[in-house]
């Protein structure tokens, strides 16, 4: 009997996973040509559509791990996802395809932020973990709220320079008759904000709507093997979070990454993984700590978050300090830091 309920969960986890990935897939596509056609800002969208689409399955499955009552896995959850990301993923992708260069401002910008938005869930955490008030929560989801807008107007304020730079370009390249070499990512920038507007679709809307419930029911789902197959193998609820549903629901971000790489879109590549590590806290904590209150377990506290910030910042002067790319052997290092973490996390800091 139990053989079955084991087998049943692990089928329905895959299950809603491929859910939960080809709804996210749904939704950001119609999500794009929906807000094209009322006119959205192009700008907006191509940032939240590209940045943040991929990461719908970690916002979603996280949400819902707080709203079910299972706030562990949640955190457990974005926390794994970014150390994973950016010592898992980039380490891989470096490995496969020999190096990945890394655009100077993504460090200095995106990978900053990354660094920066750890060290304010690393603070908020200790205020809720010492005072042990639901305020604490609140007033520190308010503030990584409030600095997920910041961080969204500053992406918007520089897509709209670089729109601007390239209609500079491709002006000089009409003038002068001649090609103006300019980066490969740029080509995409422009397809992806700047489609004409097109009619409103009712089949983009049903479509939309299809997507939301797609993710809404499918991380459901999610959450709930999970948590059966937490219960049935007596595993925490923050190590399925920190291990099984971080890696599991970053598939999107791996292919993407690995296959950006592969066809020489490098900045696209480094940016969607550093760029998405502050989403994650941002949007994946913040909203969850203000609905419900989000308990702080102590190996979070003193071992995980301190782990995803060192994290960032090794990955940071590793490319910064090796001619702005990531070689195979930085690859290595970056997969091995993972790997270090996995074992220290499940035999020593078990709580």
């Given at each position: 009997?139990?053989e079955?309920?084991e087998?049943?969960?692990?089928a329905?986890?895959?299950?809603?996973?491929?859910?939960?990935?080809?709804?996210?897939?749904?939704?950001?596509?119609?999500?794009?040509?929906?807000?094209?056609?009322?006119?959205?800002?192009?700008?907006?969208?191509?940032?939240?559509?590209?940045?943040?689409?991929?990461?719908?399955?970690?916002?979603?499955?996280?949400?819902?791990?707080?709203?079910?009552?299972?706030?562990?896995?949640g955190?457990?959850l974005?926390?794994?996802?970014?150390?994973?990301?950016?010592?898992?993923?980039?380490?891989?992708?470096?490995?496969?395809?020999?190096?990945i260069?890394?655009?100077e401002?993504?460090?200095?910008?995106?990978?900053?932020?990354?660094?920066?938005?750890?060290?304010?869930?690393f603070?908020?955490?200790?205020?809720?973990?010492?005072?042990?008030?639901?305020i604490?929560?609140?007033?520190?989801?308010?503030?990584?709220?409030l600095v997920?807008?910041?961080?969204?107007r500053?992406?918007?304020?520089?897509?709209?320079?670089?729109?601007?730079?390239l209609?500079?370009?491709?002006?000089?390249?009409?003038k002068?008759?001649?090609?103006?070499e300019?980066?490969?990512n740029t080509?995409?920038?422009?397809?992806v904000?700047?489609?004409?507007?097109?009619?409103?679709?009712?089949?983009?809307?049903?479509?939309?709507?299809?997507g939301?419930?797609?993710?809404?029911?499918?991380?459901q789902?999610?959450?709930?093997s999970?948590?059966?197959?937490?219960?049935?193998?007596?595993?925490?609820?923050?190590?399925?979070?920190?291990?099984?549903l971080?890696i599991?629901?970053?598939?999107?971000?791996?292919?993407?990454?690995?296959?950006?790489?592969m066809?020489?879109?490098?900045?696209m590549?480094?940016?969607?993984?550093?760029?998405?590590?502050?989403?994650?806290?941002?949007?994946?904590?913040?909203i969850?700590?203000?609905?419900?209150?989000?308990?702080?377990?102590p190996?979070?506290?003193?071992?995980?978050?301190?782990?995803?910030i060192?994290?960032?910042?090794?990955?940071?002067?590793?490319?910064?300090?090796?001619?702005?790319k990531?070689?195979?052997?930085?690859?290595?290092?970056?997969?091995?830091?993972?790997?270090?973490?996995?074992?220290?996390r499940?035999?020593?800091?078990?709580?």
């Amino acid at each position: 009997m139990l053989e079955i309920l084991e087998v049943s969960f692990i089928a329905l986890f895959i299950i809603a996973l491929l859910i939960v990935i080809k709804a996210a897939d749904i939704f950001v596509d119609n999500v794009l040509k929906v807000g094209t056609a009322l006119g959205v800002s192009q700008v907006l969208l191509g940032i939240t559509a590209v940045a943040m689409g991929t990461s719908l399955p970690e916002y979603g499955s996280a949400l819902i791990s707080s709203l079910n009552s299972a706030e562990g896995m949640g955190v457990g959850l974005v926390i794994g996802s970014n150390i994973w990301n950016l010592a898992g993923i980039l380490g891989i992708s470096a490995v496969i395809t020999g190096y990945i260069k890394a655009d100077e401002k993504f460090i200095k910008r995106d990978g900053l932020m990354a660094v920066i938005v750890g060290i304010i869930l690393f603070i908020v955490m200790i205020a809720v973990f010492i005072s042990g008030a639901d305020i604490i929560s609140k007033i520190g989801s308010v503030i990584m709220i409030l600095v997920f807008f910041y961080y969204l107007r500053v992406l918007i304020k520089d897509q709209k320079k670089e729109i601007k730079d390239l209609e500079y370009i491709e002006e000089k390249t009409y003038k002068n008759k001649e090609p103006i070499e300019i980066d490969s990512n740029t080509p995409k920038l422009k397809e992806v904000v700047e489609k004409k507007k097109k009619p409103l679709h009712k089949k983009n809307i049903l479509y939309l709507t299809v997507g939301l419930i797609g993710i809404i029911i499918g991380c459901q789902l999610l959450v709930y093997s999970a948590e059966g197959l937490a219960d049935i193998f007596n595993i925490p609820q923050i190590i399925m979070g920190l291990f099984l549903l971080s890696i599991t629901t970053s598939f999107p971000e791996l292919a993407i990454t690995v296959t950006s790489a592969m066809k020489g879109l490098h900045g696209m590549a480094i940016g969607n993984i550093i760029g998405t590590a502050a989403f994650n806290i941002l949007i994946g904590i913040g909203i969850p700590a203000f609905l419900v209150t989000i308990p702080i377990d102590p190996v979070v506290l003193y071992f995980d978050a301190p782990y995803m910030i060192l994290v960032y910042v090794l990955a940071i002067l590793l490319v910064k300090y090796n001619g702005m790319k990531l070689t195979r052997v930085t690859g290595l290092f970056l997969v091995s830091l993972y790997i270090l973490y996995v074992i220290l996390r499940l035999f020593v800091f078990t709580g």
